[in-house]
């Protein structure tokens, strides 16, 4: 086997596990019952297999952490690869293409190569840590944030650990947010702001461990776009939560929402 780069690593990882949540659409599909409103389902499982096959293949002495089959590995690791095989599971039990396959790795507290699969449309964002690119039919293209759609997405997913003090939802309510900006309520979608497609995103929560957004973030950090906690701070700091926004006008706009 060809000894792949990190990066180049992460995107194969995640084009496996997006090549199996392809495959098993439209098919009948078992659930896995995890928590109130949280479920798993055969293309949970067999996605996050496939991309544990190609890490375990070319990295044997990495730490994993999957979603769905937890740490394996050293847990002293330095090197430990994050797995989130579908996010938008609900999406995809009901049919709806609106998902993202995501792969990362953090050696220590940084995040060096990340990959954001979307299955359908044959791209996988990806970065190398420095540069962030998407790739569809085998060509790569540099990302490029902009704020110019005025599409934000918000988060309205639990945890919400800082309510009642902060409430993403009550931005939708905001007349000055209305004025400015147009709301898409999604969940799997952080890379769209990296990539031009979003204007920002929004949520609460801790996510320094997230296997959710480790990617994305780390692709919109590579992109350029401003990266922090929901009162302006660096990411994973304090309150914890994350305004990603394409720009400094954007994130300032929202920082000054949020704080009212």
Same mark, same amino acid.
């Given at each position: =086997? &060809? +000894?792949?780069?990190?990066?180049? #690593?992460?995107? /194969? ?5 997006? %090549? @199996?949540?392809?495959? $098993? ?56 690869? =994050? &797995? +989130?095989?579908?996010?938008?599971? #609900?999406?995809? /039990? ?5 998902? %993202? @396959?995501?792969?990362? $790795? ?64 009550? #931005? ?89």
């Amino acid at each position: =086997m &060809v +000894d792949l780069g990190d990066a180049e #690593l992460a995107l /194969a990882a995640a084009r496996a596990g997006g %090549a @199996v949540v392809r495959d $098993l659409y439209r098919e009948p599909l078992a659930r896995f019952e995890k928590s109130a409103g949280d479920f798993a389902t055969t293309a949970d499982l067999e996605a996050e297999k496939a991309i544990l096959e190609v890490i375990r293949t070319a990295r044997p002495d990495d730490a994993v952490v999957g979603e769905e089959s937890g740490l394996t590995g050293a847990g002293e690791a330095e090197r430990r690869w =994050m &797995v +989130d095989p579908l996010c938008g599971t #609900l999406n995809y /039990a009901v049919r709806n293409m609106l998902v %993202a @396959v995501n792969v990362a $790795l953090r050696v220590g507290d940084t995040v060096t190569a990340a990959a954001s699969a979307d299955p359908f449309n044959d791209e996988v964002f990806w970065t190398d840590g420095r540069r962030a690119y998407v790739r569809c039919g085998g060509e790569d293209e540099e990302l490029a944030p902009s704020a110019e759609s005025s599409l934000v997405d918000v988060n309205l997913d639990p945890p919400f650990p800082n309510a009642p003090e902060f409430r993403a939802v009550r #931005l939708l309510a905001d007349e000055r947010f209305v004025e400015r900006f147009r709301p898409r309520v999604v969940s799997s979608t952080v890379a769209w702001v990296a990539a031009g497609r979003r204007a920002a995103y929004v949520t609460d929560g801790h996510l320094r461990d997230s296997v959710h957004f480790a990617s994305g973030i780390a692709l919109c950090q590579a992109a350029g776009c401003v990266v922090t906690g929901i009162h302006g701070q660096p990411v994973h700091t304090g309150a914890g939560g994350l305004i990603v926004a394409a720009d400094q006008e954007t994130h300032a706009a929202l920082l000054e929402m949020i704080a009212a």
